[in-house]
C-alpha cells in the first residue's frame, strides 16, 4: 500500500494540487498518497518555491486557507441572482467590509441598484505600476429542487466515496490543519466567481501578516451583473476612468484547462442573444378543424433553424465564418494545448463533435451559432391538439473580434429574409398578417463584444512568468481564446489598457448548473497562483 501511495504521489507531483481528476482511486491509500507527497515535495520540488517571497510557502498559505474558510462560507450563503436588487446589494456591503478589513480603500459605484464594487490597496506609497483586477459577485440562477442538498445558498462540504458518490461531511472537516484537499463546498457561486474572491482575500492575508506589500499598486473592480452580460459595466467604467486607471488588467474566472495545469487565457469570445419569432395564427386553433390548411409555425420554424447549418454543424449563413482566419503561428499556439479530445467526447457523451475547426482548440477561434431553447404551446401533458399561436427560438451567437455582434446580427437578418420571411419590430398587425405569408420578428439583446490579446504581449510574458515560477514542475497551458464571454472589452476598451484571463477554479465544477462545487485543493493551488501575481513586479 506504501509502494501504491509513493507511485500515485508521483503521479500528481507535476500538478498538485491543481489537477481534479488524478487522485487515488483508492481510498485506503487517499492518506499515504498525501503523506508521501508531502515527502516528495520536499525532496523534489523545493527549488520551486523560491518564485514567491519568504515566508509565503504552502504552510502559510494552506493555513490562511483554512482561517478564510468560516468567512468563505459565509460569503456563499448570501443570495446573489443579479434580478434580485437587494441581494446584490447584500453582497456589495459584505465585500466591502471584507476588503477593507484588509485595508483596502473601498466604494460602491452605481449601476442602477446593483452597485459594482471597487477596491484599492497600496494608493498611498510612491508612484508604481497599477494592476487592475477584474473578478464577480454574482451567480447564475437556482432551481433548489435540482440540487442534491437542502439550499444551494446553504454551503455544504462533501467527499467522494469509494462508489463514486458524494456525500455530506461536518464543516468541522474543512477547519482541520492538513484538510483533504480532495473535499469540495458545494452552493452557488462556490466556484463561479465568489470562491476567487476568497482566495484573493486569503492571499492578502498571507501578505498582511508577513508585512509583504504587493509589488505594485493593486485595484479590484467586483462585479455584480456578469451572469446576465453585465449590462451596466460599460457605462460604469466610462464614468470612472480616472478611479479605474491602470497598467495592466487581470481577470480571475472561469475553470483551469481540463489538464489541471496552470492555465493563462488571451481573450474570449463575446455573445448576443437573439429571439427569433415565428408567427402562425392570430391564436390557437383546433388542430382537427385546421390543421393542413393553417400554417404551423412550428414545423416552419423547425425549416427555418435547419437550414442554420449542414450535418458537419457549420453555420450556412452566407459569410458567417468570412471574417475568422487563422495563421500558421497561431494554429501552433492552439495545438499547444494539451487537450484529450477523446476523453472530451466521453465527458460529452457524443460520438463525433462538430466540424467547424480541426480541433476543439481551434473550434473555438470561430463565431458560433447556439440555439439555447425552443418554446411552442406545450408538451406532455399539457399538450393540446392544437396549431400553435408562435414558435420561439432562443440563440446565444458567440462572436469574435473580427465578427462583432452588429456583423453577425447583419448575417442573420440578411439570412432569414432570404427565406421569404418578413420581419416586423412588433406581434404583426392585422395588416400584415393579410399581407405577408410568413411573419417572423428577430431581437437582439445584451450585447458583449469579444477581445482578444496577442500571446507574447508584455503582460502575458509578466503572468506567463510569474505563475511559472511558482508552478516550475506544472508546464503552462496557453489559450489563445476561450469560447465563453467576460466583459473584457467594456473594460480594457476605455482604459486602454492590456489584459489576461488567469482561470484558477477546478474544471468539472458545474458552473451554470446545479451541484456548483469548489474543490479545495484548488482553493490552495488557487491562492498561490494569485499569490505569485501579486508579489511579481509589473514593469
Known amino acids: 500500500m506504501v509502494a501504491e501511495a509513493l507511485v500515485c504521489a508521483r503521479q500528481r507531483l507535476p500538478q498538485f494540487p491543481l489537477h481534479p481528476y488524478t487522485v487515488c482511486q483508492n481510498p485506503g491509500v487517499r492518506k499515504l498518497c498525501a503523506g508521501a507527497f508531502v515527502l516528495l515535495l520536499a525532496s523534489a520540488a523545493a527549488p520551486a518555491r523560491a518564485a514567491l517571497p519568504q515566508g509565503v510557502d504552502d504552510a502559510a498559505i494552506a493555513a490562511a486557507a483554512v482561517a478564510s474558510f468560516p468567512e468563505y462560507l459565509e460569503f456563499l450563503a448570501l443570495p446573489n ?33 446593483r452597485p459594482l464594487v471597487f477596491a484599492e490597496h497600496g494608493a498611498s506609497r510612491p508612484p508604481q505600476k497599477t494592476v487592475l483586477f477584474y473578478l464577480h459577485f454574482d451567480g447564475q440562477p437556482v432551481v433548489p429542487s435540482q440540487w442534491a442538498q437542502k439550499d444551494p445558498w446553504r454551503p455544504v462540504v462533501k467527499r467522494r466515496g469509494a462508489d463514486g458518490k458524494w456525500a455530506e461531511v461536518d464543516r468541522a472537516e474543512l477547519l482541520k490543519p492538513g484538510f483533504d484537499p480532495e473535499l469540495r463546498v458545494f452552493g452557488r457561486s462556490s466556484s463561479d466567481d465568489k470562491g476567487p474572491i476568497a482566495m484573493f482575500l486569503a492571499v492578502f492575508d498571507v501578505l498582511r501578516a508577513r508585512n509583504i506589500d504587493p509589488a505594485f499598486h493593486v485595484k479590484v473592480l467586483l462585479d455584480s451583473e456578469e451572469e446576465v452580460n453585465s449590462p451596466g459595466i460599460a457605462a460604469v467604467v466610462a464614468a470612472n476612468t480616472t478611479l479605474l486607471s491602470s497598467d495592466a488588467v487581470v481577470l480571475v474566472d472561469g475553470p483551469l484547462h481540463a489538464s489541471g495545469r496552470p492555465t493563462i487565457v488571451f481573450g474570449n469570445r463575446g455573445v448576443v442573444a437573439v429571439t427569433l419569432t415565428v408567427y402562425g395564427p392570430r391564436a390557437p386553433l383546433h388542430s382537427g378543424h385546421f390543421g393542413n390548411w393553417v400554417p404551423n409555425p412550428a414545423m416552419r420554424l423547425a425549416r427555418l433553424l435547419a437550414g442554420m447549418k449542414d450535418d458537419d454543424g457549420r453555420v450556412t449563413v452566407p459569410g458567417w465564418y468570412a471574417r475568422t482566419s487563422l495563421t500558421d503561428a497561431d494554429r501552433k499556439v492552439l495545438a499547444e494545448v494539451p487537450d484529450d479530445e477523446a476523453a472530451l467526447k466521453t465527458r460529452t457523451g457524443i460520438a463525433q463533435p462538430e466540424k467547424i475547426g480541426a480541433t476543439y482548440q481551434e473550434s473555438l477561434q470561430y463565431p458560433s451559432l447556439n440555439v439555447r431553447g425552443l418554446s411552442s404551446a406545450s408538451v406532455g401533458e399539457k399538450a393540446a391538439n392544437i396549431v400553435p399561436r408562435d414558435a420561439v427560438a432562443e440563440f446565444d451567437l458567440r462572436t469574435t473580434v473580427e465578427a462583432d455582434p452588429a456583423f453577425l446580427l447583419g448575417l442573420l437578418k440578411k439570412h432569414v429574409e432570404a427565406q421569404g420571411w418578413h420581419l416586423v419590430d412588433k406581434d404583426p398587425t392585422d395588416d400584415e398578417r393579410a399581407g ?32 511559472a515560477g511558482a508552478w516550475p514542475a506544472a508546464p503552462l497551458v496557453r489559450v489563445r481564446m476561450m469560447g465563453g464571454t467576460l466583459p473584457t472589452h467594456e473594460i480594457v476598451e476605455p482604459l486602454k489598457a492590456p489584459f489576461v484571463l488567469v482561470p484558477v477554479v477546478n474544471p468539472d465544477n458545474n458552473q451554470h448548473t446545479y451541484d456548483e462545487n469548489l474543490r479545495m485543493g484548488h482553493y490552495l493551488s488557487g491562492m498561490r497562483t494569485l499569490a505569485a501575481l501579486l508579489t511579481a513586479p509589473y514593469r
Open 81 to 113: 441572482d443579479s434580478i434580485q436588487p437587494a441581494d446584490v446589494q447584500k453582497n456589495a456591503v459584505w465585500l466591502e467590509a471584507a476588503f477593507g478589513r484588509r485595508g483596502f480603500a473601498t466604494r460602491s459605484l452605481e449601476n442602477k441598484g
Open 436 to 467: 405577408w405569408p410568413k411573419l417572423a420578428r428577430l431581437n437582439a439583446h445584451l450585447p458583449a463584444e469579444a477581445a482578444r490579446q496577442p500571446v507574447d504581449s508584455p503582460v502575458g510574458r509578466w503572468a506567463s512568468d510569474a505563475i
